[in-house]
């Protein structure tokens, strides 16, 4: 089970650093990525990472902007958001993942588990 946290108000511009965290002892098996999904808009994969760290994929939306990372010795991948913008307002949920055709794509079934709601005003 994968749950993120970390998320808050922040003004435009600002920053915040997500967290994601596992249980189980095969966390450095699998490929994670986060998702975000706001009110009245389609859920979007933002961020892949592959199980060693060395590949990063991230939604055109994001790049230049969002750094993601992983501790496999803490079961825990990171989210690193900077100039954020209103527009990356959501509940972001982190989960294994899938590049296909350059989408990032949840690749697991059931429930997104605990979300963490980011939310940029000022």
């Known amino acids: 089970q994968l749950q993120a946290f970390g998320g808050g108000l922040v003004q435009p511009g600002g920053s915040l650093r997500l967290s994601c965290a596992a249980s189980g002892s095969t966390f450095e098996d699998y490929v994670i990525g986060w998702f975000r999904q706001a009110p009245g808009r389609e859920r979007e994969g933002v961020s892949c990472?592959?199980?060693?760290?060395?590949?990063?994929y991230y939604a055109d939306s994001v790049k230049g902007r969002f750094t993601i990372s992983r501790d496999n010795a803490k079961n825990t991948v990171y989210l690193q958001m900077n100039s954020l913008k209103p527009e990356d307002a959501a509940v972001y949920h982190c989960?294994?993942?899938?590049?296909?055709?350059?989408?990032?794509?949840?690749?697991?079934?059931?429930?997104w588990g605990q979300g963490t709601q980011v939310t940029v005003s000022s």
């Open positions: 990472i592959s199980s060693s760290g060395n590949k990063k």
């Open positions: 989960a294994t993942c899938a590049v296909l055709a350059g989408v990032i794509v949840r690749d697991s079934f059931g429930s």
